[in-house]
């Protein structure tokens, strides 16, 4: 029997959400897209008018199938903590039922059950500021759409989720390791993630037989890493200096999330997989 998956975090195809829906697909699941919902209309409208059809072409040239999109703000549990201003915003007006729980439900009716629960998504307001310059509100917000958003995700999936299902999300080095430039409190975002998935792993694992890991991805030209400003130079930076001189292509972060959701990882959970040519391993740059 296909798997199913729902990846949170796709609204175009030049990031890792994309990339690892088809990895997926090509893998034999069925895809199911949750999508921000300032960005849906014209995800959605450019999905129908075949602006897509070119990158949704897999290895045996069939092109991959999107079963459902569905809106989704992960900042927001459910129609209670949606704030006036947003509710009545033109954006969110016309459309219905995504804070996570409502997606989760609507999940559930339409589809029963899921396999593989990927988030893909991250935002922080301040991120071009450095840290000592980002106010709380900020940092806060950097928390919220990027790292609660996961445990909130998981939290409200997990009842719906099959005995042996994955969770995957996307991870950045500068949890770890100074990476000046990505401020805001997104280091510390992606921090929190890191150590999140350790307890949510054994949390999930214990309870429903659920593996959690998160994949910490090298540079990759997306739409969100455009908008900090330096994804250039750090791809750059990365040729120049990772064990392996090329350019990381979504792809081979679309595989690993493949190999990660699969049996042949049946005995991964808890982890920090590094998808990156290797850079993470350098002490220096060279
Ligand atoms: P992307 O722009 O393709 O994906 C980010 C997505 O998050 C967008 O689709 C955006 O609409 C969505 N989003 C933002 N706020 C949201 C919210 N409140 N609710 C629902 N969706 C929301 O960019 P990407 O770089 O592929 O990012 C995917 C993940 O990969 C992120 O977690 C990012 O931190 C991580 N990552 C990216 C890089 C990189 O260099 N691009 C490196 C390491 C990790």
Avoid: C
């Avoid at 008018?49 to 989704?72: A, C, H, Q, T, W």
Wanted: no cysteine; proline share 5%.
């Amino acid at each position: 029997k296909g798997k199913r998956a729902f990846i949170a975090g796709v609204a175009d195809d030049n990031g890792y959400g994309w990339a690892i829906a088809k990895s997926l697909a090509a893998a034999g699941a069925e895809i199911l897209v949750g999508t921000w919902v300032p960005a849906l209309n014209i995800f959605e409208t450019s999905l129908r008018r075949g602006k897509f059809d070119e990158s949704r072409l897999l290895p045996n040239g069939s092109l991959m199938e999107i079963i459902k999109v569905y809106p989704l703000d992960a900042v927001f549990d459910n129609p209670d903590d949606v704030p006036e201003d947003i509710k009545t915003n033109k954006r969110y007006a016309g459309s219905a039922n995504w804070t996570v729980k409502e997606v989760a439900e609507s999940v559930k009716q339409d589809f029963g059950s899921i396999d593989i629960l990927v988030h893909s998504l991250a935002n922080g307001p301040e991120v071009s500021k450095p840290l000592l310059e980002t106010s709380r509100n900020g940092y806060l917000a950097a928390l919220s759409a990027s790292s609660y958003s996961y445990v909130s995700l998981l939290k409200h999936f997990i009842p719906l989720m099959n005995p042996g299902g994955s969770s995957i999300s996307l991870t950045y080095i500068a949890s770890e390791r100074i990476i000046p430039g990505y401020g805001g409190g997104m280091s510390s975002a992606k921090a929190a993630l890191e150590s999140d998935t350790r307890v949510l792993a054994f949390e999930a694992g214990r309870k429903h037989k659920i593996r959690v890991n998160t994949i910490s991805a090298g540079p990759l030209r997306s739409r969100a890493a455009k908008a900090i400003g330096f994804i250039d130079t750090m791809i750059e930076y990365s040729i120049a200096n990772a064990p392996l001189q090329k350019e990381l292509s979504a792809d081979e972060v679309g595989n690993a999330a493949a190999f990660l959701a699969s049996p042949l990882a049946s005995a991964i959970t808890g982890a920090v997989i590094y998808v990156d040519n290797g850079l993470n391993a350098m002490g220096v740059g060279v």
